[in-house]
C-alpha cells in the first residue's frame, strides 16, 4: 500500500502514519510487575477515554536515538515489512518512542547495550477510523529511567491520571483491544524472564489491518 498524494494542505483520510509505543515495565515494585497506563481525553480524536500506553506518530527529526536504543535484531525487524513505499528508519521509530515517553509521561529514558528498546509487537489501525497508525510496540524496563520513575510533573496534558498499573490488574481498565493484547504478550514475556534482563522475542505479533480483512503473522 502506498500514500496517495493530496492537494496542499488536505489531509488524508485514511493514511498509515508509522508510530512508537511504549511498554514501561517497573519490575521492582511491592505490588508486582506494574506497567505505566495514561488516560486519553474525551475529546481525543484517536482511542477518547481509553487507557493507553504512551506513544504517537513519528516526527521529523527522530532519526537520532542513542546509539544503543536499539540491538541489531529488532533493528533488523524494523527495517523489514514496510507498509507504504519507503521503508521506515528504525532510528526514527527509536527516536519518537524516548521522544513520546518523554512528552506525555515528563520521564527520561535512557536506553543501553545492555538493556535496549526491545520490539515486542506491530499493529495497524483498521480502515475507517479518524486517524490510522502502523504503530511498533516496545518493551523496556523501568531501571532505565533517569531519575524518580513516580515523578510525573513534567508531563504534557495528552494522558490523564498517569500512574503504575499491576500487570495482573491492568487489563480490567478500559482498554483498546490491540491494548489487551499487547498487555497479554508482555505478560508471558516478564513472567518467562523472571528477574533475569527482558531478551528479544523470537518472533513479533503482527496484525496488519492496512486493508479490510485482518492479517496475523509473526515476524521473524
Not at 527522530?62 to 541489531?72: F, I, M, Q, T, V
Not at 515489512?81 to 524516548?98: K, S, W
Not at 491494548?179 to 533475569?196: D, I, N, Y
Request: one cysteine or more; glycine letters at 6%; hydrophobic letters at 45%.
Amino acid at each position: 500500500m502506498t500514500d496517495t498524494p493530496l492537494a496542499p494542505g488536505k489531509p488524508a483520510p485514511d493514511r498509515i502514519r508509522d508510530a512508537s509505543t511504549v511498554v514501561l515495565i517497573d519490575r521492582d515494585r511491592s505490588d508486582g510487575p506494574s506497567v505505566l497506563m495514561g488516560m486519553r481525553g474525551a475529546g481525543a480524536a484517536f482511542m477518547p477515554s481509553k487507557y493507553v500506553f504512551p506513544g504517537g506518530a513519528v516526527d521529523p527529526g527522530d532519526e537520532h536515538p542513542l546509539r544503543d536504543a536499539l540491538s541489531d535484531a529488532c533493528r533488523a525487524r524494523l527495517a523489514a515489512h514496510p507498509v507504504t513505499a519507503a521503508a521506515i528508519n528504525p532510528d526514527a521509530l527509536a527516536g519518537a518512542a524516548l521522544r513520546e515517553m518523554a512528552e506525555e509521561t515528563g520521564l527520561q529514558l535512557a536506553p543501553s547495550a545492555d538493556d535496549p528498546l526491545l520490539f515486542v509487537f506491530r499493529a495497524i489501525t483498521p480502515p475507517g477510523r479518524p486517524r490510522r497508525f502502523d504503530a511498533r510496540f516496545f518493551l523496556i524496563d523501568a531501571r532505565n529511567i533517569i531519575g524518580d520513575r513516580d515523578d510525573f510533573s513534567a508531563a504534557c496534558d495528552e494522558l490523564s491520571h498517569l500512574h503504575w498499573v499491576p500487570l495482573a490488574e491492568a487489563r480490567a481498565l478500559d482498554l483498546p483491544f490491540i491494548t489487551e493484547v499487547v498487555l497479554a504478550e508482555v505478560a508471558q514475556m516478564v513472567c518467562e524472564a523472571g528477574p533475569g534482563p527482558l531478551s528479544v522475542p523470537l518472533s513479533v505479533p503482527f496484525f496488519d489491518n492496512r486493508n479490510a480483512e485482518t492479517r496475523f503473522r509473526q515476524l521473524s
